[in-house]
Every structure is written in C-alpha cells, then in structure tokens.
C-alpha cells in the first residue's frame, strides 16, 4: 500500500481523525507525504525513515516538538494500516529531544485585565471572555473547547466531558461554581444548538486573541495554551495534589504535569515546613 493510501485509510477507520473538527492531524500527515513521497510503499518504512524525516523538516526549520508531531501521526497512519491488517507490523521511531515547554503564566492581575480588555473588543469580545474564563477554570485545552457541545454539558449535575481528547478518551470534570452561571447564560442565549463556544474556526479564536495580546501586551507566542499553564501552576500554589492536578488537566503521564505545574517557592517552603522529628 503506498502512502497516500494510508493516510486516507486512517482518515475512514480512526474516529479521532474521522470526526475531529480540526485539521492537526491532515496537516501533520499532509507534512509527511509531502517530505517522503505519496507513492512510497509503507512496507519500506524503517526506523531510519522517520529519522530521514525528522531531518528534512528540521532543515526546513521546524522545531523538534513539532517534528515530533509529524512523526507521530506518521505512525499512527502505520498503526491504523496493521490493526486493517494491510500491514504486517508497525516500526518503532526515535524521538527528538525537545526543550522544556514554556512555564510562562498570567499574574493574576493580568489575566483580570485580558477579561476585562476582551469585553472592549468590537468583535466577539464577550465570546472571547467566556472562553477565557472558561479555560482558567477548566484547564482545558483550546481543541476540548472548540469540540464541546451543549449534549456534553449536564449543567443540572454540574459537570460537562470533553469527548475523544488528545488522549483518545473521554474527560468529565466538575464545574466551578464561577462558571456555572456563565455556562448558564450562555445555554439561554445560544445561537448554535450544538457547539457551545460558537467560534466560525479555530482561526477566528486565534485572530481574536491576537487581537488581544496586541492591546494588552500581554501573552507569550502561546497565548491561549499560557491559560493552560497558569491554572495548573494556581493549583500547583494552592497545595494541590500533584496527582489531583494531573487528572484535572487530563495528563497521560506524571511528567507531563510536572513540567507544566511548576511550584512556587512560597508553596515548596510551606510543604518543607511541614515537616516535623
């Protein structure tokens, strides 16, 4: 089976890929044929073709975490063509090593100014609020809260899922009692029966908080996921469990967390003085 045959194959049988409103998967795939060749049979791929391309796209400039996406997807494609059985087994790949992701967090100070700056915006300035908000107080992450939908919100019991997450698997969390009356108001107002943030694309949230970051002057090249950073380092200060916050932000693995939720020196001392002969 040739490449691009693969690809398509794991576009009709994955239901993460099938179904996702966005395209990181098309992208990432579209990044490998275009490097390795539509026509190449996917029996050759070896371990030293993922290296071949790793190379070629970090001469092309692209970072290693996103190298590591690409071929990511390129063996979920090899992964999806065995389990159809059109492939006899599934080579492993060496990853790159990726520097330490950003730490960077809003004071709480500046994340009060981003919400009260996104109201003043002339375009969906209220929408980009509650979304805001919403990732503070969720730790979600911008997919999750594009793919939500009304049907995975039980507002009556306080609680909503993220369905089919960047790990494959369902993720129902707890509403904050902050966040109900919002979700609340939205649900009366809504103008779209399905999606709950009604964002035309994924674009369109991003121009919206570059829109931002350009009156503020706040926010690191990640701006949206930093949300993400600065509820996990909040729950981090607050004494958290470690493992707490992991099931909060729906980390596979502990590291992961650790990287993200980095502790205060107020917070380790307290946890050191805690000690006690």
């Known amino acids: 089976m040739k490449l691009i045959d693969a690809v398509r194959l794991a576009f009709e049988v994955r239901p993460s890929w099938k179904y996702a409103s966005n395209s990181t998967a098309d992208i990432n795939t579209r990044h490998a044929i275009r490097v390795l060749g539509k026509g190449l049979s996917i029996e050759s791929i070896k371990p030293s073709t993922f290296t071949q391309l790793a190379d070629a796209l970090l001469k092309e400039g692209y970072a290693s975490a996103t190298c590591n996406k690409i071929m990511a997807a390129l063996h979920t494609v090899l992964t999806e063509a065995h389990l159809e059985g059109v492939l006899s087994s599934v080579p492993s790949y060496r990853r790159l090593k990726e520097p330490p992701a950003s730490k960077d967090v809003y004071e709480p100070t500046e994340l009060d100014t981003l919400l009260e700056q996104a109201l003043k915006l002339n375009k969906d300035g209220l929408l980009l609020h509650r979304t805001l908000l919403f990732l503070y107080l969720t730790g979600a992450r911008r997919s999750e809260l594009l793919n939500l939908k009304w049907n995975d919100c039980e507002l009556d019991k306080n609680k909503l899922t993220f369905v089919d997450t960047k790990n494959g698997d369902d993720h129902t969390i707890s509403i904050h009692p902050e966040l109900k009356p ?69 980390h596979r693995s502990i590291k992961t967390t650790l990287k993200y939720a980095k502790a205060l020196e107020a917070t380790k001392a307290k946890a050191i003085n805690q000690l006690s002969i």
């Open 182 to 250: 919002v979700l609340l108001e939205m649900y009366r107002e809504r103008i779209d029966d399905d999606k709950v943030f009604p964002w035309q694309s994924r674009n369109s949230l991003n121009n919206r908080m570059k829109k931002l970051k350009k009156i503020t002057g706040l926010g690191s090249k990640r701006a949206l996921h930093q949300i993400r950073h600065t509820t996990a380092t909040r729950l981090v200060d607050e004494g958290v469990e470690i493992r707490a916050i992991q099931a909060v932000l729906n």
